[in-house]
């Protein structure tokens, strides 16, 4: 995709609301005179403190915190960071006012969707979002770009605003694997590097597939889903085992739906009570009135729980000698319009989110919200996007 002039990225933004802090001439002004450094511009959700950048959470009010380790690691590399819009109201409320000027009708699916929209549309190369459900990985099916959200604690998150701070995971959108890779690097160590050139993308000769060995998870994971792997994957091409991954699919879901609720709600409820009680989504509301379901004793069994999933999959996949799993990034086949008032079915996506393994969003040429989603043991991020770049070049080859 051609690169916008800051002039065009703000046209499309006032179609897609998807960019803050850019209304005023001073703010573009310093844009300008950044990019005129060579600075690059970088959306950075509005849950990442950045000196000199309001943080609203999606509220009228602002939330103070210090700039963390990333944003200094990024702005070391030549990064302006904007703010993407609208992160919703204490993450859970999907009218987010942010849409794709394309698919104004349809929604852009998920707390991070003005990091994944600002991608989308060319107006901006890079930028961050996190997860607690699926909002990296399906706002990046849901638009058809690169998602990538890495193993959990391999990115630092002081600076970062929480929803739950067991499950929230930092992850990345761009246009290309090399581009994830490069900001990837950045984040997770102090060295200076500059992005590969956009007009002659740094792609080194993907590996050979054969190098690598893949599987399926099935059972009552995989039939949830309403797009058949099949569809994008060729059995001639590519070989892969059909393995079983959790051996209590439900405590899963239960144990990240309970835990984020009950961490959501003891980091908010000072804030939602005093600041935007009655101004926010029913179901923020309710939770935030309501007594908690559960209590540290078991939130802590919870967490312990996360480590035991993740080291599962680690195990499963080793004993069966796969590296990669692959399955669809989402549910539907359909993005959700705006009137069902949804972000999207996350059950493809909380499994590897609450297990914390690296995951990667592939884009299927030539579709339509048809996406496949890698997923690596904790700990294997290079191997995984090396994988997901010889698997993008077998999807390339085949369209």
Known sequence: MRRLSLKEALAVNLKSNSLLNVSTKSEQNAIEDGISRGGWLLGVKDVFHCDNLPTRVGTPNLVTGEEGTIIKRLKAAGAIPIKTSMTPLIYMDPCSGCIHPDRPSESASGSSTGSAVAVSTGQVRFSLGTQCSGSVIRPGAYHNIIAFKPSKGSVPTDGMEYFSKSIDQIGYFTRTIPDARWLH????????????????????????????????????????????IFD????????FKNMSVFSDLEAVYRSQLQLAHYEGRERWYNFWKHDCQ??????????????????????????DYMKEVRDGIGATMKMLGVDVLLCPSTVERVRPSLSENSTGNPAMNIPWNFAG????????????????????????????????????RMLEEAS
Do not use: W
Request: charged share 20%; proline share 12%; hydrophobic share 35%.
């Open 357 to 392: 393994v690296p995951v990667l969003n592939i884009p299927v040429p030539g579709s339509d919200l048809l996406s496949v989603q890698l997923i690596a043991k904790h700990g294997d991020d290079d191997l995984l996007l090396e994988a997901g770049r010889a698997f993008q």
């Open 232 to 239: 994008v994957i060729d059995e001639g091409v590519l070989c």
């Open 278 to 303: 009655g101004q926010v989504a029913p179901k923020i509301d309710k939770l935030m009135s309501g007594p908690q379901e559960i209590l540290e004793p078991e939130a802590g069994r919870y967490r």
């Open 185 to 228: 690097s950045i984040c997770i160590s102090d060295s200076e590097f500059s992005p590969p050139d956009p007009d002659t993308p740094d792609y080194p000769p993907p590996s050979s597939l054969s190098k690598f060995s893949f599987g399926c998870p099935q059972n009552d994971f995989l039939i949830q889903s309403k797009i058949n």
